[in-house]
Every structure is written in C-alpha cells, then in structure tokens.
C-alpha cells in the first residue's frame, strides 16, 4: 500500500487537467505541495485530508498576469470614473501619493484575498508608485503571510510633470534610486526555485512615465540577474502621439530599441500595434496580459488576441488596477475574454474551453512558468479550484460542464488550493488575518479619498 498523500480532491463532476486532458468523476492527489497523480473514479488513493468536489467542476487555478492591487483602495472614485485615461491617471495620482508601508499592506491583503475568491491562485503585480521607501516589501509580506503565490514587479516612474510627464514628482523617483531598490528587491526576495512562492520582476511603468535611458538599464539589469520584464505597451493612442513627438518613433519600436523585444518580457493591454509589430512581437516571444473589464470601462479598445494566439504570443489574463476594473475576479475576467472575443471575430473565434487555457497556461507562459504552473498534470505545483456555481444559475446546463462554467454564473471558488494549503473553504477565505485587514483597509481608504 503506497503512503497516504496529503490531500485528495475527488468526485470531480469533471476535472480539467489541461487544455487536452479532461476526466470525469476525477480527482487529484497532491503531496508536497505538487500535483503527485491525478485519476478518475475508483482508484483514489487514501489522503490524510479530503475535499469533495461533488457536482463541481475543478479547473487549474487562475493566474492573474497584470494587476495595481493599491489601487482597491480608490475603487469607483467617483471624480475619476468617466474620463479617459490620462484623465483618470492625472486625477488619481494625488490621491496615491499619500501610499505607505500600512496601506500597501492591507490592500495587498485585501485584493489577494479577493483574488484567491475569484479562483485565483498566482498573480503578479505592477506596483509603480513609490511616494515612500520599500512598498514592494509591504506586500511580498502580505503574500507570505497569506501564502499566495506572488510574482511582485517593481514598478517605476521617473518622468514627472516638471519632465514632460503625466505623474506629479510626490509619486516618482530617481533613475538611480529606481534600479538601486530594484537590485535590493532582486536580491531580498526573488527566489528562482522551482515551486517559488515570491518572485520578483522589473517593470518600469510606461514609455511616458520612464526615461528611454531607465528603460535600458532596466533591461540589462534583468539580463544580469535573469529576471522578467513587465510594462504597459501600445494601451492608448494617445501613447502613440506621445512617443512619436518624443521618441520619433511608435511605441513597440522604442520598446525594441531599449532592449525589451525578447521572450523575458510580457506587457499589458497592447491594444494598438499595428499587423507588423504584432509579427515583430511575436517572433521575439513577448507575452501580453489581455484584460477585458478594464479595456472596456475605459473603453480605449481590446487587443486581438484570436490573431495574437494564431501567431503563436502568449496571451494571458490580468485583472489590471481595481480602480479601473473595480473587481478582482479572474472568472470574470476570463468571462470577459470569452464575451469579447466572441463579439470581435465572431462565435467561432473564442470557446469558454480556449478562455480557460488563456487564463491557465497562457498565463503562466507571461509569469515564465508554464512548466509547473497553469496545469493539473503530475509535478505540476498544487494550484487548483473547485468551482461552485448556485444550483439555480447552471439549472438546465446539463451538456457541457466547461461551457456552463463560464456563459452560466456567477461563478466562484468553493475551493482555492495554492501548494497544497486550502486557502478558501467553502467559498469563505480560510485567513485569520483578514477581519483586521479589512478593518484598516477601510480606514486608510476614506482619509485617502478625503472622506473624513
């Protein structure tokens, strides 16, 4: 008789291994915090622990590629809400420079908690503004304190107002106190193990928030240190007008000339390149982070991820800043990409099946881990969802538990498993910590929307 495993997901209405491989009644054994085998009905293993999946469907987790976790705390700011993007930008930036140690940390807290409901089990995210000293840190510690797989990227903005910029100087840095914190943070907490719980990636802003000269830097920094590299790229056209008056070039050519177009990168939106840089993109293995609700509330356009995955991108999900998006649901999210790529290309152009993979292992190729991330299959790290959606709302979907999962809804995680540790039971997160964080998150949110 083999030794117990640790815990045993079983009774799977269907278990999704990957995007070939699905089995009904499956279930999952993990131990050591890896998927150690998985199976279908009759031939579990016995486990020290057992979650029942009866009736559910039990999916990879998803990986949340772009995200401004802070942001949860100007959420729906009503002054905000309805410009455009620079205009929503300019708005909000007085209102963050007022971010510290304390309000990094509960936000982090609060937003990966939501994250971790919404069926999410790794995310990055794109912390750029840096009024006060070791923010990244803040929430690395809220990560580990949760035990969420993180990747942290340090973002950065160095071009103020008084510079031909968007931010105003309170929320940025110097060039050399931006690659200094980034080597720091490079060298305190990004562990390159397999199975890594924190990593850590650099990510200057915006080809209008950063110099041409950090841009640079910070790419030979990551190739020093192999590291990944994150920024938002090609999001707005009125990118475009700015990089051609100050660069004299459009955006993805400045990102080539700054040593960013290879496969360490992966970049947000990237909604406006036109069909030659899309080439030049893919041939160098640039990933992009497609986020639906943000585009759309924005209303700004969506990338064209059917013809960004046909030349073979990867393409993940991100929820993006929770003061555009307002949600940190990666079902939602990857609900988003099913509607709109439908409504681009048309029925046939995106199946709820080809939105899981994105959100799955399209993903976990822009993190740089698609071999132990994204999948349920044997050595993979023990991520997984059991998802709950109310008998009332799947009532007459009795055909196709993939596609009920994702057009019927709402959705959640009944069960979210990060390494092996159930962080959400029963649709409840499992966090001892998070009545006092909410707490603090919803003081520190009114003083900083000056609502007394």
């Known amino acids: ?62 990986i949340n590629t772009h995200h401004h976790i802070y942001q949860n705390l100007t959420r729906s700011y009503a002054p905000a809400v309805n410009g455009s993007l620079f205009d929503w930008l300019t708005t909000l930036y007085p209102l963050w420079a007022a971010l510290d140690e304390e309000a990094v940390y509960v ?29 990244v840190d803040a929430e690395i510690r809220a990560a580990r304190d949760i035990g969420f797989r993180f990747h942290a990227t340090r973002g950065s903005m160095t071009r103020s107002v008084e510079d031909g910029g968007l931010p105003p100087r309170s929320v940025t840095q110097t060039e050399e106190e931006v690659l200094a914190d980034s080597e ?5 907490h990004h562990d390159p193990e397999p199975g890594a719980l924190v990593r850590v990636a650099l990510a200057p802003c915006s080809p209008f928030s950063v ?8 790419a030979e920094l990551a190739e020093r240190y192999d590291v990944r590299l994150h920024t938002h790229l090609a999001e707005d056209r009125d990118e475009d007008t700015y990089c051609l008056e100050t660069y004299g070039c459009r955006p993805v050519e400045y990102f080539e000339d700054t040593g960013w177009l290879s496969d360490r990168s992966w970049v947000a939106h990237c909604i406006y390149p036109n069909d030659a840089e899309l080439r030049r993109l893919a041939g160098a293995g640039v990933g992009v982070a497609h986020c639906p609700s943000s585009n759309m509330l924005i209303g700004g356009g969506t990338a064209r991820v059917r013809e960004m995955r046909e030349l073979g991108l990867p393409v993940g999900i991100g929820c993006d800043g929770s ?5 940190a649901s990666l079902w939602m999210e990857t609900r988003g990409a099913l509607l709109l790529g439908r409504y681009r290309g048309g029925p046939g152009a995106m199946t709820a099946r080809d939105a899981l993979d994105i959100a799955t292992r399209g993903s976990a190729q822009c993190l740089g881990r698609a071999d132990e991330l994204g999948h349920l299959r ?15 709302a799947r009532a007459g979907a009795l055909s196709d538990p993939v596609e009920a999962w994702l057009r019927c809804g709402p959705g959640r995680a009944w069960t979210t498993v990060v390494g092996g540790r159930v962080l959400v039971d029963r649709g409840e997160p499992v966090l001892p910590g998070l009545r006092d964080a909410l707490r603090e998150h919803g003081r520190i949110a009114r003083s900083m929307q000056r609502l007394g």
């Open 1 to 62: 008789m083999p030794p117990a495993v640790d815990l045993l997901v079983k009774d799977a209405e269907l278990l999704v291994v990957d995007g070939e491989r699905e089995i009904p009644g499956g279930w999952v054994a993990v131990r050591d915090g890896r998927v150690a085998a998985v199976g279908g009905p009759g031939a579990e293993p016995e486990a020290r622990s057992e979650v029942s999946a009866a009736g559910r469907i039990v999916t990879p987790g998803l």
């Open 107 to 135: 936000s982090a807290y609060v937003g990966m908690t939501e994250l971790l409901m919404g069926g999410c089990t790794t995310s990055s995210d794109h912390l750029y503004v840096h009024p006060r000293p070791r923010l």
């Open 378 to 392: 044997p050595g993979a790290c023990a991520d997984l969802v059991v998802w709950d959606l109310h008998e009332v």
């Open 323 to 327: 003061a555009s998006t307002d949600h």
């Open 184 to 188: 720091r943070l490079i060298k305190a």
């Open 211 to 218: 110099t041409k000269e950090l841009m640079t830097a910070t």
